[in-house]
């Protein structure tokens, strides 16, 4: 065993174990539990163990004879988070190898160490790797980490006050000492049931404030607390397009058109900083998030079924029962590089009708010529346990890439997963001929956007596993937005 730490200069600890020969699994898992704890995981515990089953998982998978294997193991703080990855040079694996249908164990412990991504990544002559994404042990404002519906009455009662129209909100960037005004409006909101829990944490959303990875603009009201918030995320300050959400309006301010207003500052920011565009999911659940990306300007490009959280509460707004659908907008504030978007021939019109709508710099080319395919399908699942779903994101397509991505959907049907995204690059042509082989798996058409995993603009198709749409729940807001929804719910299997 070798081992190594580092310190960067903001502060980041980071930790590589380099494990060979057998019994090294029980080892890993000790190095990174005690690793968690000083870097403050939200379960060191749980996290070890995890670590512990999924070396063993990769001994008995990937190497004929594990006395001679050898596992680096690396963990690394980031801000919110601890990423644990493990890389091995052993037999090509993944996902099903190491948490396929028998494993309920991973999916245990998944969940167990409040693990809020997972992804398990074949990268060619590099080897595996498993990364493992936690949350960091935060103060939150919530007496528990458990959703209840019931402590949300305050919130109810909250909204049959309305604030006067007339009365003023002053708009401006949030800063970070505003931290737990935020995470108090959050509750007005949702009660404990809104489904990004770092957005309870004051501390998380101070330091991704400080680091850049967050910019929030917010109203205030009357008494000083946050009474609205939009936000833009980004993965690395790098980034050209941003993640807008986490859209979060009291209840006494609706009808205040505060997140009309929050957005067009954001979009304002991300036009002046150089960034291209925003991406967005705005729930279908109600039409007043969407009603307001449209005056803004935004173009709807997808509809995804069954992707929000049967458990998420809009407090004063009518919800079901069932898991909710997003629509998926893009609001364009710079100039992107041109490209070809290829097109598989029986989506091309609702592509070329997305990508005017929203202003994607991108031209359409639907061309059917037998495409290089790759030697070697190259993807990766990711597992997102407070949704309950799962994306596997394919980078390079091979001649394999039908049977690869049955192996692996059937994996997380077993595990009984909700929904399974399957993000397609659009970059390369073999997507335009490819994709009707996964279409008779039984995914079927979403939409398409920039991508913060696979470079360029993607092809969303999902997959229901015994989950139910309601379609006739899904408000839109546009006569686009109607066409783009009859355009999905028509492309689902019956």
């Known amino acids: 065993m070798t081992a190594d730490t580092a310190s960067s200069g903001d502060g980041t600890v980071r930790m590589r174990v380099s494990l060979h020969g057998e019994g090294m699994a029980a080892v890993a898992g000790t190095a ?42 690396t963990v690394s703080a980031r801000v919110g988070e601890l990423v644990v990855r493990l890389d091995d040079d052993g037999l090509p694996g993944s996902y099903h190898r190491i948490a396929g249908p028998a494993a309920t164990d991973v999916a245990r412990m998944i969940r167990s160490a409040a693990a809020s991504d997972v992804h398990f990544v074949g990268r060619g002559r590099q080897g595996n790797r498993a990364e493992i994404v936690v949350r960091r042990a935060a103060a939150d404002i919530r007496p528990d980490r458990v959703a209840d519906r019931a402590q949300a009455g305050s919130a109810t009662e909250a909204a049959e006050s309305p604030v006067p129209i007339d009365e003023p909100v002053e708009i401006r960037f949030m800063e970070p000492d505003e931290a737990e005004s935020l995470a ?89 900083t150089g960034l291209v565009g925003l991406y967005s999911e705005a729930t279908a659940n109600h039409p007043y998030s969407q ?93 997102r346990p407070d949704h309950n779903s799962a994306t596997i994101s394919v980078h390079e397509i091979g001649d394999d890439a039908s049977s690869e991505v049955r192996t692996h959907l059937r994996d997380l049907c077993l595990h009984r997963v909700d929904t399974v995204y399957l993000d397609l690059p659009l970059t390369v042509p073999a997507t335009a001929v490819c994709t009707e082989r996964f279409e008779e798996l039984g995914f079927f058409f979403g939409g398409v956007f920039p991508n913060q995993r696979i470079a360029g603009d993607v092809l969303r198709l999902q997959y229901l596993n015994n989950v139910e749409p309601h379609s006739e729940d899904i408000a839109v807001a546009s006569d686009f937005g109607a066409r783009l929804l009859s355009y999905v719910t028509g492309a689902a299997p019956t």
Not at 186 to 196: E, Q
Not at 239 to 245: D, I, K, S, Y
Not at 322 to 327: I, L, S, T, Y
């Open 32 to 73: 990174v539990r005690e690793c968690a704890t000083v870097l403050g995981g939200a379960d060191p515990q749980c996290l070890g163990e995890l670590v512990t089953t999924l070396c063993n998982r990769i001994l008995a998978s990937s190497f004929d004879d594990p006395s001679r294997a050898a596992i680096e193991v």
């Open 184 to 272: 108090r409006c959050v509750y007005r909101c949702y009660g404990y049931s809104y489904d990004v829990a770092w957005m309870y944490e004051p501390e998380t959303i101070a330091s991704r404030l400080r680091s850049g990875h967050l910019r929030s603009a917010v109203g205030i009201g009357v008494g000083g607390e946050i009474v609205g918030h939009c936000g833009v995320l980004r993965s690395s300050v790098e980034l050209a397009v941003g993640e807008v959400g986490m859209a979060v309006v009291d209840p006494r301010y609706r009808g205040h058109h505060l997140f009309t207003t929050l957005k067009r500052l954001v979009a304002d920011w991300a036009a002046d």
């Open 291 to 383: 009603q307001a990306n449209v005056a803004l300007g935004a173009g709807e490009t997808g509809v995804l079924l069954g992707y929000v959280p049967a458990d998420v509460d809009y407090v004063d707004i009518t919800a079901g029962s069932h898991r909710g659908a997003v629509v998926l907008f893009y609001l364009k504030t710079g100039d992107g590089p041109g490209r070809v978007i290829h097109a598989p021939p029986q989506h091309a019109g609702i592509l070329r009708a997305v990508v005017e709508h929203s202003g994607l710099a991108g031209r359409v080319d639907d061309s059917t010529a037998a495409p290089t395919l790759a030697p070697a399908t190259r993807l990766d699942v990711s597992f």
